[in-house]
Every structure is written in C-alpha cells, then in structure tokens.
C-alpha cells in the first residue's frame, strides 16, 4: 500500500502520524511518505524517523490581516504542487492529522479522487478538519464528535499517539535517585514548559515540604537554571527535560499535566489518573474541552489555571496520592476510552476503505 500522511504545524498533530506509520511499517509492506510545511516541526521530525518528507511552502496563517491573508492564498495556492506530489507518488491514501498544513495535500488528494481520511485528536474539531470532513471518506476521532459534524462516516477509534506508549517500557525510579515503592506524583506542563505555571511550583517548592510522596517536576529548559540553587527534599526532583517521557509516566502514580491531546492520550494510554490544568492560550479552548472528557469519564480532575490554582493544585495532590482507593478508581476508569488498539483499529479502517475502492 502507498500512504501519504499530512500532519505538523504542532507535535499534536505530527506525532499520532508518526506513531500510525510506525504501526504500519511494522505490521504491513507499505511505502510511506509524508507532507507537511518546510518551516514547522515536522520538515526535521520526520526524517528523525525514517519517513521520506517533502515539505510546502506554507506559513501559520496568523499575525497582522494581510499576514493571514497570505498564508491561507499559500495554502491553496499549494494545492496544484500537491497534485503534481499526488500523479508522482501515487498513494492508495492520503490522510490527515490536521492543522492548516493538511489541507492542500488532502484538497488535492480529493480533487484526484484519491480515497481521503481525517484523524481529529481533540474534543473539538479544527477550522481545517472541519472544512474537509464532508468530503473525506472518513473522519477518525479520539472523542464522540457526533453533535459537532453532520456526517455519517465517523470513526471514533482514539489517538494512535497510544501505541507509542504501548511499546515503551516502564522507567526505573531509581535512576531518578528516588524509590520505586513510594507513591509518585509526576508535573509535566508539555517539552517547553509553562511560565505562569513554573510560577505557582516555584512558590510551592518554596513554601510546602513534601510529604507522603515523591515529586518529579519537569519545568522546560528555559526555567531549569532558576532552581540549580536550591536545595530540596530529597523526595523532590527538578528537571529540565525528558526524552522518555512516555516510561516515566508509566512508572508514577499521578499525573498533573496539561491537555492537549497528545499528552492526554499518553495518560489514558498508561491508565494513570490525571490533575489536568488546561492552557488558556490555545485555539477555541479545546484543552479545556479535552479535559472535560476526562473529567466526565471520572478519570481526571481539573483545576483551572486561575488566581486560585496554587491553593488549588496543592489541595488535590495532597488528598489524592495518599487515597488510594479513589487513584484505582480513576485508574480503572481510563480504560473507557479503550485507546491501546487505537493504531490498529485506524489501519483495519483504512485497509478496508481502499479494499472497497479496488473492489476487494
């Protein structure tokens, strides 16, 4: 099978591609090839990877008007390349991740009658996604979308980000220089970390000792140097960064985290029950919204990034990590949203919207 998968702009989007292609190189002889903008995350991420990439000259359309302007005429303007990569590659599929910079390669893709599929991974369903998904043969979602597009081809089959998760293994404590026998509360605020966060846990590691648990704190490397001084608990760790981050998670007990949807899926995927704090700065607040599934689910709890947040964040650690009753049940819950088979389950779809195309 050739597959072309569009996905950037944000690891977001880019890494549940990566992770699908991942699944499928490993259980099926596909040639796989990636398209995506030459200025964002993805023109170095994919090669990382092993995936050939051919990246368009597409920009964020955001900024000043004439800024946006621009940028939404590059990407329709990039739809007649992307057809011209559609006659010399000759997928069986294009599909995509999201993001303004899937829309030229799956506008284009359509135009060829080549068999489309979208992968929505928020609670809420993009500008871009949205605009194609009436035309797509099918739309895949994390979440029960049902209420926000009036289609009848929809999938909800979870995030492949999942099996990612699935093949890493569990981290060792120790090599943390804390124990793998006391219950374990990991702080994650996404690779860059958060300044209005990093904040509120600066005052806190200050001002509170820890107590009946162990603390990781990854806090980005751009505020790693404000804690090289201090001298803490030795149940509390900082770091900057972790490139095994999916191994650490497997190995804590509580998980406070934004909400994107990668992160999110990371949680769900390791069953660990979550303390989500939702960004304020993101398009149409769908972290919020992404939380709120998990909330509903009886999976998580969130707290809200407000005046009250410290208060807040300190409270529910606290009562949580010491309950263990209420961490099994969050655990337990988690499984609900059944992503472990998610990377399957959207190859199977795929391999049987191409069947029915050929007539197979």
Do not use: W
Request: proline residues 2%.
């Amino acid at each position: 099978m050739r597959i072309i998968f569009s996905a950037g702009g944000t690891g977001g989007h880019l890494y549940p591609a990566i992770a699908l292609a991942d699944y499928i190189s490993k259980h099926n002889d596909s040639t796989i090839l990636f398209v995506g903008s030459k200025y964002r995350i993805e023109a170095t991420k994919v090669a990382e990877h092993g995936y050939d990439f051919i990246g368009l000259d597409l920009k964020t359309p955001s900024g000043s008007v004439l800024k946006k302007a621009k940028g939404y005429f590059d990407v329709f303007k990039n739809i007649k390349k992307s057809e011209k990569i559609i006659e010399d590659f000759k997928p069986d599929v294009v599909i995509g991740f999201g993001g303004y910079t899937s829309y030229s390669i799956l506008k284009a893709a359509q135009n060829k009658k080549i068999i489309t599929l979208l992968h929505e991974q928020n609670s809420i369903i993009g500008k871009s996604n949205k605009v194609l998904a009436s035309k797509v043969d099918a739309l895949i979602t994390s979440y029960d979308l049902q209420d926000q597009v009036s289609k009848d081809n929809v999938y909800c089959l979870g995030n492949p980000t999942s099996y990612h998760v699935m093949q890493s293994d569990i981290a060792n404590l120790n090599d943390y220089d804390l124990s793998n026998d006391m219950p374990t509360v990991l702080i994650v605020m996404g690779s860059q970390g958060s300044q209005t966060i990093d904040n509120i846990m600066f005052d806190i590691l200050n001002e509170k000792e820890i107590e009946n648990y162990q603390l990781i704190y990854i806090c980005g490397n751009d505020y790693y140097e404000r804690y090289q001084d201090l001298d803490f608990e030795k149940n509390v760790k900082i770091i900057s960064y972790e490139n095994k981050l999916t191994s650490l998670i497997k190995a804590c007990d509580l998980i406070v985290s934004r909400a994107g949807a990668s992160a999110l899926t990371e949680i769900i995927s390791a069953n660990k029950p979550s303390i989500l704090i939702p960004s304020i700065h993101v398009t149409n607040n769908h972290q919020y919204h992404n939380a709120i599934s998990l909330v509903d689910a009886k999976c998580a709890i969130m707290c809200e990034e407000n005046e009250m947040l410290k208060t807040n964040l300190v409270k529910e650690i606290d009562s949580l990590i010491v309950d263990e009753n209420k961490l099994f049940e969050m655990e337990k819950n988690t499984k609900v949203f059944n992503y472990n088979d998610s990377a399957m389950n959207i190859f199977n779809l795929i391999k049987k919207k191409v069947g029915e195309k050929n007539g197979k």
